[in-house]
């Protein structure tokens, strides 16, 4: 079996074109043998989980190029080499998760635990609950509780934060109206007219005097025109 240099297609040694990409296997490469009794089912990927759903030996290098290109940020050809996947294996649930991670621009799978939306609505999601196994069912799964206790936490943070907001505001709002209503009792104090009994310091006669001559300072007895403070 020899690999493709251009896509990285698996084809028997007697093909002369590639299937994938159509290109000659003038510079095709051996394929390397497994050794251990390892088979290519278990071959890991580049977005760090086994190779599960995939019964095609030639789509073991597309897989693993859709890592490199999530790695890169390659986002575009990631989600091309996803779409030769699955012309080949339509159900095959590794690409709908490379396609998961396309569609939320995620480089790794601890990335899309992070994500700041639900991801349970993608399409590539409803797919991997099809057509997963167990473990890949079970990753995103986990994945949507980890993004959904993040949403309700951010949630509670912005609650507290518009409830301290609230509070501030009414507390400053309060203490702007006990002010107004202390400087409006002292003003109304300072504004009213009322008369005080005061004797002259000289001639003794009993005077009344207004509040507002008693704070303008010097008096006048109108008895012995002498002058005096009060």
Known sequence: MKQCLECGTFSSDDTTFCSVCGKRFSGATELPVVENNQSVNEQTHNYDEKITSTT???IVPLLQRVGLFLEDNE??????????ILDMEPTNADAYLGKLLVEFRCTTREQLNQCQVSIADSKNYAKI?????????????????????????????????????????????????????????????????????????????????????????????PMCDRRFVY
């Open 56 to 58: 095609h030996p030639e």
């Open 75 to 84: 986002f575009d050809r990631a989600d091309e080499y996803c779409e030769r």
């Open 129 to 221: 609950i099809r057509f997963g196994d167990g473990t890949q069912k079970s990753f995103v799964i986990d994945a949507e509780k980890a993004i959904q206790a993040e949403i309700s936490r951010q949630t509670e943070i912005r609650r507290n934060k518009e409830e301290a907001t609230a509070n501030r505001k009414q507390e400053e709002i309060a203490a702007d109206e006990s002010a107004f209503e202390s400087d409006w009792q002292e003003e109304s104090v300072e504004t009213e007219e009322y008369y005080i009994d005061i004797a002259c310091p000289y001639c003794h006669e009993e005077l009344s005097y207004t509040n507002w001559q008693i704070k303008e300072g010097e008096l006048i007895c």
